[in-house]
């Protein structure tokens, strides 16, 4: 897993630019799913949802503030109650390292800052109006050719994770799954100059705007806006700058998959495992004027996922839409391990399942967000050609990915579309109660931040930009 990979962004998924080889090479050896998606776009809220297999509502993952603690078993739980060996390294992005979520051996891992309190900022989401976010200038300043916190770490954890897999693996006496994580391309957009050298910026398109010609934003995309201004400190020469940054620490991503991957070859055991390849969620990059993650647009909310190894067809792409949630029984099944019946009930499919079945286009896939800049619940159900978002109290968005998969125009106003939208918000009605869970998530955080010290004393303690290494202090 690598984090904040907007699926656009990898050649396998038709970028122009885009210098993935080794990621290519995966997808070319197994199953790329071409409707692949997160079920929260942001980091913490994304990989609680990951590990147990349970949308974020059904767990209480609702922000950055609430990182995953092991209460609610996880695909890990599983693996260790049926003698199976879990090791992780890099970014698992919960509570802290003493609490028992699934893994026998963690490898440097990075974990909710503040030391694990996360960012409670986030959390302020009260009828005073959500507070503006400090530091968001760091988004157009720290760009460009250069080294960072998390080139270093995802270095450090490429090169613990070969060595993991060069010495531990072929010793084990017991079945085992690694699941090594990457923090790039994750802001801070700064790339490795050699990668960074590979995108001329003649060569960067600018970020797409609104159909109109301007960023008309949604009322609740406006209100996000005003939370986390990011676009304001972009003028023409920085968006490209960031662009061609963002595409090279993707390229740089590929080449530490690329080395895990020859390390595993290296151990013989290519042929024996299993591989994944995902991401936590996506990145707008510029596109309406957003930057970072948080809304159901493409950019943000669709993220690449590819399977390989044995009985998994090579070169096939597949139309079935897919999930995050779908990794907990794909985990399970490529492991041999017969779902609980505490299982019986969670949403996902296996992925390797998938691969093997006729493609199923008319899948729906459940996604929502709660975080960062949310002044109320938002939900996204993707069925066959169809993206609904429901904004709690405020019009919903339709497009039709198939005639117009940039989501330039939006149908929810069209009398021809008033049938499929009504459709489409009963289905997702099935899913949850949509006022309820924006009434939970905003009970919880309110809590949260009355523990805290409340709204003043919350915002006066700031923000977080990006959560640091181990080792890099707070």
Known sequence: MDDEHTQKALGCYGHPLAKTPNIDGLAASGTRFEDAYTNCPICIPSRASFATGRYVHEIGAWDNAFPYEGRNLSWGHRLQSAGTRTVAAGKLHYRNSDLPTGFDEQIIPLHAPNKGIGDIFSSVRDNLGLP?????????????????????????????????????????????????????????????????????????????????GTNTWHPWIKSLHECAPYEVYFNEEKKRVAIASYLGMCSFADSNVGKILGALTEAGLKDSTRIIFASDHGDNLGARGLWGKSTMYEESVAIPTIVSGPDIPAGKSSATPVSLVDLFPTILQGTGIEPEREDRDLPGISLFESANSPDNPHREIFSEFHALGAITGLFMLRRGKFKYIHYTNYQPELFNLKSDPEELNDLSRKPSHQGILRDLETRLRTITDLEAVDRQAKADQAALVERHGGREAVIKMGNNFASLPPGEGE
């Not at 699941?179 to 790339?191: E, G, K, M, Q």
Request: proline content about 11%; some cysteine.
């Open 132 to 212: 503006v976010r400090l530091n968001n200038e760091r988004m157009s300043d720290e760009i460009g050719p250069g080294e960072s916190s998390y080139i270093k770490y995802d270095r450090e954890v490429t090169e613990l994770a070969c060595q993991w897999l060069r010495e531990e693996a072929p010793n084990n006496q017991r079945p085992w799954a690694f699941f090594v994580s990457l923090t790039c391309p994750h802001f801070p957009l700064i790339a490795p100059p050699e990668y960074y050298e590979m995108y001329p910026l003649d060569e960067i398109s600018l970020p797409k705007e609104h159909a109109s």
